[in-house]
């Protein structure tokens, strides 16, 4: 196996696991999280990611950029360029955020009197809630900023160790303190204390992974770098703005048409989703550096095979577990948590695993765009995704509430990444989508239509836990054997090389 091919494995290997280990544990701590703080309640510790997800854009897209100019100097061993990217990542990192927690923390009370319905007897929680989230929003945006640094350098061990444990601290933590009698104070505290060690924790192991700055006390690198490193930044935050809308406007959304409990039946479905998404996520974010680096090189013949064969390996990632919830999505939703939220959530969630599905297709050409210096490739799919929102929610939103939502993102997909894949393709790499649908998409997703359709007819057994974790492995085994069979003789070796206990024929 090649050096880059097996840092990419390992890469993978590590987001994948990590991601993994939190999917596991959040499937046990929701449902007695939901149980100790009723529907209401749940809806606001939701708001604690939500909001520090929309103060986290107010650092202009730099972490792209952080991660973008970190990989490259590295590459060329550039040591005080790599140190001025550190320096770069930090202070925007902080400024933004800690402008934007300033006005969310003098507005607390608005928020949660005028844009969300949130009852009486939990107003003084909820503004309490939202001021710690404030101030954990400035660490919330450097964590993001330090493991960016770590991602260029390919030190996604580090990055994950980060992620998983300040999530799996959130979740435990959270659940203990409710199970102990707290309310929501303390667990906004606990989370603003996780985001201030998450972020210490990053720039900390960042600046050891780096190499020492060769002259500390010459500022001529960061002079350089300013203006392309806050250039490139901005060109991606036009794009995360414009994807942000499609992407977490849709539970703002939700929230403010209707009492924020019914808040809930959307942030699972949701949650649940960005759950198994960070898993093609963690590959796709493997792949950034991998890309910027295979380009630098001047390879385009691998950069054209990197780019089919990671897009796919995607596609075979997530697709089963994708077709399996679609199917069993009422018994799921009953035996998790409660047959409510199987009846107002199915169909959210069906029809956001609809359009996660479309979005996942373009996931390769989304980030191959960043990665090879056309953000406005992906800036105008995404934009194109917040008009559809935008124009369809408050029609759908009202008369179908958290299903309208869902309608409206599933639409904007499915309408848009065929078109941002052709333009891509056709721009960059001289592909027609015909090329692009047969070397990523058509195998995935034959072997998963022939997986639908054999749950389809089952779904009358899928009644209990045996059925379904029964159901789950017969899946898995049959989608991936014939996966295999499906793959041609350079795929099947490449599958070989990344993982060297494959099976051999």
Not at 380 to 405: E, K
Not at 408 to 430: D, E, H, K, N
Not at 442 to 457: I, Q, T
Request: with cysteine.
């Amino acid at each position: 196996m090649s050096s880059r091919s097996r840092l990419f494995a390992k890469n993978t290997l590590w987001n994948v696991g990590g991601q993994g280990a939190l999917v596991a544990l959040s499937f046990i701590v929701i449902p007695a999280l939901i149980r100790e703080l009723g529907k209401a309640g749940y809806a606001l510790y939701g708001l604690m990611g939500l909001l520090s997800g929309y103060l986290y854009l107010l650092s202009f897209g730099t972490g792209n950029s952080t991660m973008k100019y970190t990989a490259e100097y590295n590459g060329s061993g550039d040591a005080a360029g790599l140190r001025a990217v550190f320096r770069m990542s930090l202070w925007t990192h902080a400024a933004g955020a800690t402008a934007g927690a300033a006005l969310l923390f003098l507005g607390r009370n608005s928020v949660i009197w005028r844009f969300f319905e949130v009852p009486p007897s939990l107003a003084a929680d909820g503004a309490w809630l939202v001021g710690c989230t404030a101030v954990a929003a400035i660490f919330y945006s450097l964590l993001q900023g330090g493991n960016a640094v770590l991602q260029g350098l390919q030190r996604f061990d580090l990055a994950t160790a980060i992620s998983v444990t300040t999530h799996a601290a959130l979740l435990s933590g959270s659940l203990a303190l409710v199970r102990m009698g707290h309310g929501l104070k303390p667990v906004a505290v606990l989370y603003l204390c996780i985001q201030a060690f998450g972020a210490l924790a990053a720039y900390a192991l960042a600046s050891r992974a780096l190499p020492a700055d060769p002259d500390p006390r010459s500022r001529k690198a960061d002079a350089a770098l300013r203006a392309p490193f806050l250039r490139h930044g901005f060109q991606v935050f036009l794009s995360v703005l414009a994807w942000s809308v499609a992407f977490q406007w849709d539970k703002f959304i939700v929230g403010l048409f209707f009492p924020i409990e019914q808040l809930t039946y959307y942030l699972i479905p949701a949650y649940l989703i960005q759950r198994f998404w960070v898993l093609p996520s963690s590959i796709i974010t493997a792949a950034f550096p991998a890309l910027s680096a295979i380009s630098g090189a001047g390879d385009e013949k691998g950069l054209r095979s990197a780019y089919l064969k990671i897009g796919q390996l995607v596609l075979w990632l997530v697709v089963p577990a994708f077709t399996f919830l679609f199917v069993a999505a009422p018994p799921f939703l009953t035996l998790w948590l409660d047959a409510d939220f199987s009846n107002a959530g199915t169909w959210p969630l069906r029809l956001l695993l609809i359009g996660y599905a479309f979005n996942l297709t373009a996931a390769m050409p989304n980030t191959a765009s960043f990665a090879l210096g056309r953000p406005q490739f992906s800036t105008a799919w995404h934009v194109a995704q917040a008009v559809i929102c935008l124009a369809s929610w408050p029609v759908l939103v009202p008369r179908y509430g958290s299903a309208g939502a869902a309608a409206g993102f599933a639409l904007s997909q499915m309408i848009t990444a065929p078109v941002f894949v052709w333009r891509f393709g056709r721009s960059v790499f001289s592909m027609s989508l015909w090329d692009y649908f047969l070397g990523v998409v058509f195998k995935p997703v034959a072997a998963g239509a022939a997986l639908l359709a054999a749950l389809w007819l089952v779904r009358g057994w899928l009644f209990d836990w045996t059925g379904l974790i029964s159901a789950g492995a017969i899946s898995a085994i049959a989608y991936y054997s014939a996966g295999y069979a499906l793959l041609g003789s350079q795929e099947r070796a490449l599958l070989h090389r990344l993982l060297p206990g494959a099976h051999r024929s």
